[in-house]
């Protein structure tokens, strides 16, 4: 066994390790912190099949940016286990009928036959100055430009859609509009006043 | 000198990055230990102190000179106490997740013209990724403490660092359009040709946004609402004592040092000379190129002490406005502006 085999069989084992514990850990913050780590290794994989730039890419945007809002979101949910728990032994073999039909359709379209290696070759290794990231770009930006066009309206409909959906006007807060903080004067706010003396004593 | 060179040759592979490892690591944390000391004493010149000033070495005092190793020491023999309820697995592993990540970026940091110890050619994406990973040992932390202060720093970090987070990536954007690769070698070399030609000038407002950013993003003043003692003690780490606590404290001056190298880097010509093109070129010759970084980086480590002496903590609103409203507007305007200059090639930078 070479050593890149043994590294993808490391990754792939944690992989699918830490998969299984996203989805079995009674603490929802822990089921995030294996869902960063599965993540971790799925890019650990992507660098094993040369795709330095994407591998980089999912570290930064989902270990980096994603995950870190879903703690932040999961850390402050007050959820009921018990609640959660309930129809588990009722709903058991629904799920598990669900998982292996699952299971069982995703060998048929991903198996040997169809992604083994006699079909789908490992690519040849690229010498040391190609560049993963020029390439992806000159796809992106001339072979897939509608379709990435495309994708970032929908991202920004999205963005504006959420941005909606939770806004909550409040009247009656008290907002400070820090424009106009700046341009206040010191006569604007204070006024000295001359005054008699009231008494003397 | 050739022995030497053919007793390195004949290490194995694995002992040379050792080795490597060792010589970048052990100078870095000497300088996390006394950046710590330089702290103390210009901020306490600052306000008209004389800062630490007794612990020397052998008798002689040396203006306080052994008062970060005193500190160590100290903090090597405390007890590191676990609070009840916290997850003791994950209490003590964040406070290696924060170290870990300032130290990895170091990784790819060029010291000089192919002095690296890994020269990959998407060094800027790495240490953009690595960077961005510090914060899990912010939010792992206050949620393992199983405190209230805890977890409101943590919250208030998580957020804070997400904001600025994308704003300094933006601006590293800038960088990339500017020089045309995500080599940070080649982002120095691009910058070439004297003091005009680095690119603070004509990133003018990434490069200042990207500091500001940087100083939000290692959680200093006046950015320091996670730690905020006058409001959360001291925030995510109020927790941690002994050894723990100075694993979170070597993680925030390790990032500092980090983002003053890369600042030097991306926009004051990392280890190019200032005086390239002029008059001055020849008889600054003999400097040598890491020599310069360095002048750089101490600035850039001056600027977020001063800062911390200078400015009054930001109110939470004030930080999230700054970020999403003020920066991150302008880094995208600014980006749109970097990319017509380089497609029309204009003068002095990009012809």
């Given at each position: 066994m070479s050593f890149e085999k043994f590294l993808f069989y490391v990754f792939a084992g944690i992989l699918v390790w830490s998969a299984m514990m996203v989805i079995t850990r009674k603490n929802p913050v822990h089921s995030v912190l294996f869902l960063v780590l599965a993540f971790f290794n799925s890019a650990g994989l992507w660098m094993l099949a040369e795709a330095e730039f994407l591998a980089i890419a999912l570290v930064l945007v989902y270990v980096g940016a994603v995950m870190v809002l879903f703690l932040f979101v999961v850390m402050m949910l007050d959820i009921n286990l018990a609640e959660l728990r309930a129809g588990f032994v009722k709903s058991a073999p629904v799920a598990i009928l669900v998982a292996l039909l699952m299971g069982v359709q995703m060998v048929l379209v991903v198996g040997a036959d169809r992604f083994g290696l006699s079909s789908m070759p490992a690519p040849e290794p690229k010498s040391a100055d190609y560049s993963n990231t020029e390439e992806l770009g000159l796809a992106l930006f001339t072979q897939h430009l509608y379709a990435f066009e495309i994708a970032a309206v929908i991202l920004l409909v999205g963005i504006i859609a959420a941005i909606s959906l939770t806004m909550r006007r409040r009247p009656d807060n008290k907002y400070q509009d820090p424009g106009k903080q700046v341009v206040v004067k010191a006569k604007d706010r204070l006024r000295i006043v001359k005054m008699e003396a009231e008494s003397t004593q | 000198m050739e022995i030497l060179i053919a007793l390195w040759d004949a290490l194995p592979l694995v002992v040379q990055i050792v080795l490597q490892i060792v010589a970048i690591m052990g100078p870095v944390l000497i300088l996390v230990a006394y950046y710590t000391y330089a702290e103390r004493k210009i901020i306490g010149h600052m306000q008209v102190r004389m800062g630490p000033n007794r612990v020397g070495f052998f008798g002689f005092?040396?203006?306080?000179?052994?008062q970060p190793i005193a500190d160590a020491v100290k903090l090597m023999f405390k007890e590191i106490i676990i609070p009840s309820g916290a997850n003791k697995f994950l209490f003590l592993s964040a406070p290696v997740l924060a170290i870990a990540t300032a130290l990895a970026a170091?990784?790819?940091?060029?010291?000089?013209?192919?002095?690296?110890?890994a020269d990959i050619n998407a060094g800027l994406l790495y240490i953009l990724a690595l960077t961005s990973l510090g914060v899990y040992g912010v939010i792992i932390a206050g949620w393992a403490s199983n405190s209230k202060y805890a977890l409101l720093g943590a919250m208030r970090s998580a957020a804070q660092i997400v904001a600025y987070e994308i704003a300094m990536g933006f601006a590293l954007v800038g960088v990339l359009i500017a020089?045309?690769?995500?080599d940070l070698g080649a982002i120095v070399e691009a910058q070439s040709g004297g003091l005009i030609h680095w690119f603070w000038l004509p990133l003018l407002p990434l490069f200042l946004i990207y500091f500001i950013s940087g100083v939000a993003e290692t959680n200093?003043?006046?950015?320091d609402v996670a730690e905020g003692e006058s409001e959360?003690?001291?925030?995510?780490?109020?927790?941690y004592s002994g050894m723990t606590f100075a694993v979170f404290f070597m993680a925030e001056y390790a990032n500092m040092i980090l983002i003053a190298a890369l600042t030097a880097l991306m926009?004051?010509?990392?280890?190019?000379?200032?005086?390239?093109?002029?008059?001055l070129e020849s008889w600054f010759?003999?400097?040598?190129g890491i020599i310069w970084l360095l002048a750089k980086t101490f600035f850039f480590m001056f600027c977020f002490l001063w800062f911390r002496a200078t400015f009054p903590r930001y109110r939470y609103d004030q930080i999230m406005r700054l970020g999403w409203k003020v920066f991150i507007p302008i880094t995208i305007v600014w980006i749109v502006v970097v990319a017509l200059m380089k497609v029309y090639e204009a003068p002095i930078w990009f012809s």
């Open positions: - | 005092r040396l203006m306080g000179l052994g170091w990784a790819v940091f060029p010291f000089d013209a192919g002095l690296v110890l020089s045309g690769s995500l200093r003043a006046p950015f959360i003690v001291a925030g995510f780490h109020v927790e926009f004051l010509g990392g280890w190019l000379s200032p005086f390239q093109g002029t008059a010759a003999w400097v040598p």
